[in-house]
């Protein structure tokens, strides 16, 4: 189980996030932060692409920035997104193909953290989230 501390730094580093999100198209903003088995965060928001399909979404961001950077252990992705600059309304579940990139390098207990607010926010596992995933 996650501490509750460790939940809401992890909350206020994923809607700090979304200032740096690059959405000039949908002005859709999304923040996510990564927290690694040895205790690290590795920050990521959308970027977005005039040509679209290069958009590479915040949860990709952060986990391209920390293999990148040699870390493979992961414990929990915190996710937060919406339209515009002000707090999200609801919850922003990662896309299928940022499920499919988690599910390469987590175990079904990873636990991905779907925040609106410190006080409003659901915890799911990957397991849940993406169930007989691919693999090879
Ligand atoms: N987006 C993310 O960053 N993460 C998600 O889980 C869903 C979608 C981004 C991609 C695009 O820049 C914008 O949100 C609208 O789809």
Known sequence: MLEKSVIEALIDTALAQRNYAYAPYSDFRVGAALLTEDGAV???CNIENGAYSPTNCAERTAVFKAVSEGERAF??????G???????SKFCPPCGVCRQVLLEFCRPEFEVILAVSREQ???YTLGELAPMGFQL
Do not use: L
């Open 75 to 80: 414990r929990a992705i915190c996710i937060a």
């Open 42 to 44: 590795y920050t990521g």
């Open 82 to 88: 919406g339209k515009g600059a002000e707090e999200p």
């Open 121 to 123: 926010y659901e915890i």
